[in-house]
């Protein structure tokens, strides 16, 4: 279908595109930007007047769930592709599994699914999943989740092998043994309200180990949930030294610190921990500049599972349709231009992932997300498609409004 979106402020960050333009699509792909194509007739006029028209968002790490609902959330919230987690139910270590998952997405026909395969047989750290079977099944790269790889000597064996045919490894840096007991970020807050800590230490030693692990083996890898001051200067020692090492950051930790748990607050526990406020800043400073991609971390919960007292609460919040106004929100707080910003979740997650997306130039795939900047919205259970009901923003007015999603040119949420 030929498709021209008009009036609105198109913002292509990957190629420093800032303008008030028509964006014109066709078989799918954009088809030209500004001025119309030779002979192109449009089928449907999409006004896109006070509204910004961007690249669809790339979420670096959404659970599904529930694969029809969150695919749901995550058109509704701009995604257009969605990085899975392989620490599904069972575990994303078979080729059958990953395939399964692949066309069920694509039957559903809303934002594209794109897993990471277990990097071991049923997360346990031990024996290497089939990484090359789960590669043509469509996987991404390779991940623990949050399923620790205790044995080093396994994961050098692991990084080896993935680098011998190319293959990502996305991992979690968090020491096992100095997290394993561990609710709250260790400090202040977590002294006061009797809560075992995890020292910032758990996620710098992990750090360290891994990026030795790179030296030796020429692994590519990406660290997922950074949440420390001293994780992100390993990460840059790292990067400056010119190691394949890449990091993303939840969008919670850009605006949350230990200070929000309040008095045991369930909905502010998180994976890896909530840290201080000078951590939080320098969450901040990487994504403003360029270090970091912005990711929602969403893993929906169930209610129950959050009416528990904060050391039994599951850790996590929704994230898919809040990841666009709390990624705005966080951009005016920080004095971020809105480009940069929407780089960090449209550009950034694609050169990560490798991908030939993420941008609006001729013959790019037509993923699209507009949406109004100004429009406001209160978070309530009742107003998320997700499954999960779960937040520490519930109850607030969130600003920036998805109006219309497409995928390949389809409008799969709006119109």
């Not at 198109?10 to 014109?24: C, E, F, M, N, T």
């Not at 896109?48 to 509704?76: F, T």
């Not at 921990?273 to 901040?284: E, F, H, I, N």
């Not at 499954?387 to 119109?415: D, H």
């Amino acid at each position: 279908m030929n498709i021209v979106i008009e009036n609105g402020r198109v913002i292509d960050p990957k190629h420093g595109v800032d303008r008030s333009a028509s964006l014109y699509i066709a078989d799918g792909k954009v088809a030209a930007l500004g001025e119309a194509p030779a002979g192109f007739v449009a089928e449907q006029r999409i006004d896109a007047s006070d509204c910004v028209v961007c690249p669809g968002l790339i979420d670096l790490g959404a659970r599904l769930n529930s694969i029809e609902a969150e695919l749901a959330a995550a058109v509704a919230g701009g995604v257009t592709s969605v990085v899975v987690p392989p620490d599904a139910d069972p575990p994303l270590d078979e080729p059958e599994l990953a395939d399964r998952l692949v066309h069920r997405g694509a039957e559903i026909g809303k934002a594209r699914v794109l897993p990471l395969g277990a990097l071991t047989l049923g997360l346990k750290g031990e024996r290497l999943a089939e990484l090359a079977g789960l590669k043509k099944a469509g996987c991404v790269a390779f991940s623990q989740a949050n399923a620790p790889v205790v044995d080093t000597e396994a994961l050098l064996r692991a990084m080896e092998y993935a680098a011998t045919f190319g293959f990502a490894v996305w991992l979690q840096p968090q020491d096992y043994w100095l997290s394993r007991n561990g609710i709250a970020h260790e400090g202040e807050v977590a002294s006061r309200l009797g809560l075992a800590g995890i020292p910032v230490a758990a996620e710098t030693i992990a750090i360290a180990t891994i990026v030795q692990l790179v030296r030796d083996t020429g692994c590519r890898v990406h660290l997922t949930r950074l949440s420390s001051e001293s994780g992100v200067d390993l990460v840059r020692q790292a990067r400056n030294e010119g190691l394949p090492v890449s990091f993303d950051i939840g969008v919670h930790h850009l605006l949350l610190t230990e200070n929000d748990i309040g008095f045991f607050n369930p909905h502010a526990r998180f994976c890896p921990p909530l840290r201080t406020q000078k951590d939080r800043l320098a969450l901040s400073e990487a994504a403003a500049g360029g270090l970091a991609a912005i990711c929602s971390d969403h893993t929906p919960v169930g209610v129950d599972d959050k009416l528990l007292p904060f050391g039994e609460a599951k850790p996590g919040a929704t994230g898919l349709e809040v990841l666009l106004p709390l990624t705005l929100k966080w951009a005016e707080a920080a004095h971020v231009p809105l480009p940069l910003a929407l780089a960090r979740i449209t550009s950034a997650p694609a050169e990560v992932l490798g991908l030939e997306s993420g941008h609006l130039a001729v013959g790019a795939v037509a993923d699209v997300c507009v949406f109004d900047p100004c429009t406001t919205w209160q978070l309530t259970p009742e107003a998320l498609k997700s499954r999960g009901k779960n937040s520490p923003w519930l109850g607030y007015l969130m600003a920036g409004k998805v109006k219309m999603t497409l995928v390949g040119g389809k409008v799969v949420f709006g119109g």
